[in-house]
């Protein structure tokens, strides 16, 4: 075996097999370029060198005696962590290469130069631990990355620098915790053809989501310039989230979230010393998505199929050519955190009296922690940090984990769910919430706060110490029953926590959450808005809707990628998602509504539900709601979802309304589409025969139906004790409705606590042969022993 071959590997002939001779990164890259580029995946070419010339390098310069010597005076506390790191890089650097090493190097990167048709070719030089990319150990960042090295000289010193970033303070201090033998790890070191991505764009991406461990899902960051931003947390990257299920159909377009980050600054070449430099972004990239929806999907399904040749969930980096506008996976490793998480159990947490909302940003953890702030600006002030505080800073790099691992929570102005930050947060198990924008001017040492990341995608700083309740949920083992238990969502942003709860789809999605939380604008202010009075909502409309080709396109994108998001979550179970049903004075406080809306005495039983739906006063706007459900199933392909009209008080506008659908691309049939109807008013109970004819299924809204039966206003405090949803005429109605909708062979369900507020009225329920109950998801778990148990006893009474 010559000296060049046990030195340098090429990347194609590498494969997962080859973890101890080249490290997980390396191996992984020679993964797939051997097995996923026939697939259709591009890898960018290269090679590596290998644990043996590491331990050549090793014995020409005799370091290991001396490695040794160092770090045994470290281990006895002769030495502190940084003197020790800084000693063995520094015999690193000063060693000289083997003739026979620094020839291979050479001769192999200029084979690869030739390859690329060029005298010298830009590359980047990536370190690979042999321990590296273990399933248990990600080693995120340990080691050093050097970007746009041109040259035999440079790549000859980049080599050696990176040698010596296997000591790293960071590096030495993880493999200690780790419980590696620091004698025992080599480094390999891949040298991969530059994309010229400081051109166009790159990031990071998931296999699944990394909040949730919900794996449905791939989630992609994405920033202008080379991707050292992105993983760094130095940049507020978007992000794009897409339904894995649905890659396979060429037809759909399955991305389920648009986010755009802020981007203000890309990292691009640089002459001279310093290869890269960060330079700010364009007002125009700024506005802009770094990747169209075509490259977002192609992504995606490379992901998907990255994950299935590897069997796990994978951590995935890309780039994308300026030049060619061709795209590149650059890097691919498993995901550590939630491919060790138990699928059966998971906690749940309830904050009471909190203070006011002082910071927000995206949310790392799924947990709450409080406790006072440590603010640190600069990586020299590391050793002022607080034990147990809740750390607070710019950004974070791999010289921040020891005081990481120190702190309760952890709070960054920058970066995005795939940056450093976000990843070593999660390995350790504290909550965080990253690109939170100015917390380092809001937030001061000292602070009494709470930091929750238990309310969804974002993630919230309370002034004041909380108080913090929390429940383990075990779904495993949950009874069956014939009666389906649903859940009652409406906020797109925490769908995805409850994916490990084995409900039979989602009973009740509200749409006037996506509408008044992630819209926020009145839809016919959306389609009048030239003719707008009101020139403050005309200067935010003209904000929120900045990049879509038309104000209307603003609703049915935001809509239909928020309601997505809840159907995904339980597809292909159903999700029934009910038309808007805000009252007059609610669509009022939409910005842009009061040209819009009638004052009303009394909007509860008024100009609401269906009534608006054929009306002029509404009807474009209901129009643009079609339209997001239309694409929702047909481009997007989620057709497990069932439309549900609310508060339809006549047959006749019943057919109203159907016909307004069928207008707009909604017909019922159609692709399977489903429609069902509210039951909260007693004509949709004297008329049930009637409304089963024109409706697939009922879902009785308890509230309002006993408030209508019995005359309550439900909002009184005087009347409090007449409003009981278990009063003999509620119950006979309720009875009356589902011996009719069976009759007729229509679906009928119940949305509302009181099933699990009064396990008596779950048995009444049973009795009378429900299909199905929707309750919240944290009542979920009781709702459904309650059902098997009223299930059991009902079997009881029959025998």
């Known amino acids: 075996m010559t000296a060049a071959s046990q030195s340098i590997a090429w990347f194609e002939t590498l494969g997962r097999q080859d973890v101890a001779k080249v490290g997980g990164k390396n191996a992984s890259l020679g993964e797939m370029v051997r097995t996923l580029e026939p697939k259709g995946i591009h890898v960018p070419p290269g090679f590596a060198t290998t644990a043996d010339a590491y331990w050549r390098y090793v014995e020409a310069n005799d370091l290991k005696t001396r490695m040794t010597d160092l770090l045994a005076e470290w281990d006895a506390g002769k030495a502190t962590l940084a003197e020790t790191g800084k000693a063995i890089r520094a015999i690193f650097l000063k060693g000289d290469w083997p003739a026979e090493m620094s020839t291979a190097i050479r001769e192999a990167y200029r084979e690869l130069s030739r390859r690329a048709g060029v005298a010298e070719v830009e590359v980047a030089v990536r370190s690979s631990a042999t321990a590296e990319d273990l399933p248990d150990a990600s080693f995120a960042g340990q080691q050093e990355t050097f970007l746009n090295i041109k040259g035999d000289a440079a790549l000859i010193d980049a080599c050696r620098r990176c040698y010596a970033s296997l000591f790293t303070d960071r590096a030495i201090s993880y493999r200690k915790t780790k419980g590696f033998d620091h004698m025992k790890v080599a480094l390999s070191i891949g040298v991969q053809q530059m994309v010229r991505s400081d051109l166009g764009g790159s990031g990071v991406m998931f296999s ?100 299935a040749h590897y069997g796990c969930p994978m951590d995935m980096e890309w780039a994308r050519d300026g030049r060619t506008g061709a795209m ?97 947060s999660r390995e350790l198990g504290l909550p965080a919430i990253v690109g939170a924008g100015h917390a380092t001017e809001i937030l001061h040492s000292g602070q009494d706060v709470t930091i929750s990341c238990a309310e969804g995608d974002e993630g919230f700083v309370y002034d004041g110490i909380a108080d913090v309740t929390v429940e383990e949920l075990d779904v495993s083992n949950l009874p069956a029953t014939e009666t389906q238990v649903m859940l009652n969502l409406a906020n797109p942003g925490s769908a995805f926590r409850w994916w490990r709860l084995p409900a039979d789809g989602i009973g009740l999605a509200r749409m006037e959450f996506v509408v008044s939380n ?36 603003y609703f049915v994108d935001k809509l239909s990628l928020g309601l997505g998001r809840l159907a ?68 997007m392909g989620f057709t497990n979802v069932v439309v549900m009209i609310p508060f339809c008080r006549s047959v006749g506008e019943a057919d109203k309304v159907l016909a307004v659908m069928a207008e707009n691309g909604l017909t019922r049939g159609d692709n399977g589409l489903q429609v069902y109807v509210m ?86 329920l049973v009795q009378c042969g429900i299909n199905s109950m929707s309750v919240s998801p944290d009542s979920f778990i009781a709702v459904k022993q309650i059902v098997a148990e009223a299930e059991k006893a009902d079997r009881r009474k029959q025998a």
């Open 568 to 635: 995904a979550a339980v597809y292909p179970k159903p999700a029934i998602v009910r038309m808007s049903d805000f009252k007059t004075n609610e669509y009022a406080g939409l910005i842009g509504g009061a040209e819009f809306e009638p004052a009303e005495e009394n909007p509860m039983i008024g100009f609401r539900g269906a009534s608006r739906y054929y009306s002029p006063r509404y009807r474009e706007g209901f129009a643009l709601e079609c339209q997001a459900i239309k694409r929702l199933r047909d481009e």
């Open 518 to 553: 992630a819209i926020r604008v009145h839809p016919m202010a959306l389609v009048h808005f030239e003719t707008l009075r009101d020139d403050k909502a005309k200067e935010n409309i003209a904000a929120l809707t900045a990049g879509y080709a038309s104000k209307p396109d």
């Open 208 to 307: 699944i989501d990394t909040e949730t461990g919900f794996d449905k899902v791939v989630l992609i960051n994405a920033a202008w310039g080379l991707g050292e931003n992105v993983v760094q947390g130095t940049v507020d990257p978007d992000e794009y989230q897409v339904f894995k299920p649905l890659l396979d159909k060429p037809s759909l377009v399955p991305i389920i979230e648009k986010k755009r980050g802020a981007k203000e600054i890309k990292m691009i070449y640089a002459t001279g010393e310093t290869p890269t430099r960060n330079v700010p972004t364009s007002k125009v990239e700024r506005a802009a998505y770094v990747l169209s929806d075509p490259e977002i999907v192609t992504l995606a399904q490379w992901a998907a199929t990255i994950e």
């Open 679 to 764: 039951c909260e008013i007693p004509s949709n109970v004297i008329l049930a025969a009637k409304f089963a004819n024109r409706f697939d299924g009922f879902s009785i809204g308890s509230n309002d139906l006993t408030q209508l039966t019995l005359g309550v206003d439900r909002d009184s405090g005087e009347l409090a004790d007449l409003f009981d949803e278990q009063d003999e005429a509620v119950k006979w109605m309720i009875e009356k409705v589902i011996i009719e909708a069976r009759k007729a062979g229509a679906k009928i369900g119940l949305c509302g606590q009181a099933p699990s507020d009064h396990p008596e009225f779950a048995e009444f």
């Open 328 to 424: 590149y996976i650059v890097q691919a490793r498993p995901e550590t955190v939630q491919a060790r998480r138990g699928a059966g159990a998971f906690k749940t947490y309830a904050i009471h009296n909190k203070g006011k909302m002082l910071v927000k940003g995206l949310s790392i953890g799924d947990a709450v922690a409080t406790g006072q702030v440590c603010l640190i600006e600069s990586a020299r002030d590391i050793g002022s940090f607080v034990d147990g505080s809740i750390l607070v800073t710019q950004t974070t790099d791999p010289d921040w984990v020891p005081i990481m691992k120190r702190a309760a929570a952890i709070v960054t102005d920058h970066g995005g769910r795939t940056s450093h930050a976000a990843i070593v």
